[in-house]
């Protein structure tokens, strides 16, 4: 079977940034600033990129562009015992898919109710009770949540129907309207919450540099878990994107490209949800600290309110709000989906339709107990986990895999040969020192959280 290829260089990266920005850029880095020295966390966070967010990056897109498949097979080419890594990466990506279906499927509701602000002046009674229905505890699934069901399996036909199209028609296609969309949204975004009353304020909080946390180990293990989480590396994703370019690929160029657009995204999208939240704290005649949140908090219960509040442009600001929540993690599934599908096809020679098939009633399948009353529990529960034994402890296993034990100057050699920008030895430093030790310190850390 001939493998399929990008159709342009432009549409590969637009398929990688669509991979890589995704709700972690929306509700995660914001607020992960704003705890770990605000505007300071820019040099740790730049620092995390540079040594080992975009060098894992080039080597991920080093392994795929080789050897020419998903993550199974292409670091089984790199060395026979290699292979269970990659089928780790997918596996963790399969469950991943799991749940961020279901965020997409409450994003699209949301979008949905934001026409008409449906969610009503209570926002936290309407996520909990008229949505998710929530149950007395994880052991009592109370059945189904219809809206969340209905959201969901909207979320899987959009995915089914781009998937079944293949990497050019599908994928390429969506991300070519989804990305340029989401960048217009994103700057419409940040002009209505920096216009608002009292925005200035939230803005200062979450840029208010304290140069003193840079002594802080923590911050430092934040900036490291959040750039590698923002790029969706250790989750197979880019070894399967980067083995359908073509051989003479600019892969240092790309993974720069991506990488540092992945940062924008985060840090502009700052200013639209701190700005927000600075009027919000001025209306209500409050602090900041009183109405900040994080993660879903603040993506279904926070913002919703925030945006009643708005002093006009109502529906407009919440279409476009959860528009871009929508877009963000609809092309981020795709993406995870893509992982596991691609690593079926490859392994078991399989066509793109049945695989696609296979994959995405297997996911749709387990998806469903998040759809459950109980769902949030599980949710909470998994995705706390997956992070930490999942892409981060792939990331380390790549790392020794490939930097020591394959031999990262091949990688290099290869990455260099159609590069504009060179990899010099200070790639090696990152990949095979730099990455692993923080990467295992921050299992180290999470493990003894978890354990206490
Ligand atoms: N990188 C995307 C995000 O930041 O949301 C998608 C993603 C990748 C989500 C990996 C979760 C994950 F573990």
Redesign the pocket.
């Known amino acids: 079977m001939k493998r399929e290829v990008w159709n342009t260089r432009t549409g590969f990266i637009l398929a990688a940034i669509g ?7 929306i509700w ?1 880095f914001s607020y992960i600033a704003y705890e770990n020295g605000g505007g300071a966390f820019l040099i740790p966070y730049l620092v995390a990129l540079l040594t080992a967010g975009i060098p894992l990056l080039i080597l991920e897109l080093g392994v795929g562009n080789k050897f020419m498949g998903s993550a199974p097979v292409a670091l089984k080419r790199a060395k026979k015992g290699f292979e269970w890594i990659g089928w780790w990466g997918v596996i ?2 399969f469950i ?1 898919t799991t749940y ?1 279906s279901v965020i997409a499927g409450w994003s699209l509701v949301y979008l949905l109710k934001a026409f008409t602000l449906g969610w009503g002046l209570d926002t936290g009674s309407f996520f909990n009770n008229e949505l998710l229905h929530v149950s007395d505890s994880p052991w009592n699934l109370g059945g189904f949540s219809y809206p969340v069901l209905i959201g969901l399996l909207t979320t899987w036909l959009i995915i089914w129907i781009i998937e079944k199209r293949g990497v050019q028609a599908g994928i390429e296609k969506s991300s070519k309207i989804f990305m340029p969309l989401l960048w217009i949204l994103l700057i419409v975004l940040v002009l209505r919450a920096v216009t608002l009353e009292g925005s200035i304020n939230g803005v200062e909080w979450y840029l208010k540099p304290d140069f003193s946390k840079l002594t802080d180990v923590k911050v430092w293990q934040a900036a490291y878990g959040q750039a590698f ?4 590396l250790g ?1 197979a ?1 880019m070894i399967a994107y980067a083995s359908y370019l073509p051989k003479k690929s600019d892969l240092i160029n790309n993974a720069f490209i991506v990488g540092l657009a ?1 940062g924008a995204f985060s840090f502009t999208m700052g200013f639209a949800v701190f700005g927000t939240l600075g009027y919000m704290a001025y209306a209500k005649g409050v602090g900041i600290e009183e109405v900040v949140a994080q993660s879903i908090g603040l993506t279904f219960v926070v913002l919703p309110e925030a945006l009643n509040m708005l002093p006009g442009l109502k529906v407009l600001t919440a279409v476009a709000f959860f528009m871009s929540i929508a877009i ?2 609809l092309t ?1 599934l795709i ?2 989906v893509e992982a596991f599908a691609s690593a079926v096809m490859d392994k078991f020679e399989m066509r793109r339709s049945k695989a696609v098939d296979i994959t995405i009633g297997l996911e749709l399948l387990f998806s469903l107990i998040y759809a459950t009353k109980a769902g949030i529990y599980w949710l909470d529960i998994i995705d706390h986990f ?2 930490t034994y ?2 981060i402890l792939v990331g380390v296993l790549e790392a020794v895999a490939i930097g020591w034990i394959y031999g990262a100057d091949k990688i290099r050699e290869w990455a260099n040969t159609y590069s504009d920008i060179r990899a010099g030895i200070w790639w090696d430093i990152c990949v095979k020192i730099i990455t692993p030790a923080v990467l295992l310190y921050i299992i180290y850390k999470e493990t003894l959280s978890n354990l206490a």
């Open positions: 991979s890589a920005v995704g709700l972690g850029n995660r963790a990506s991943i961020y989480y923002s790029l969706g989750m994703i992945d963000a993690a981020s993406s995870l997956i992070n999942g892409l």
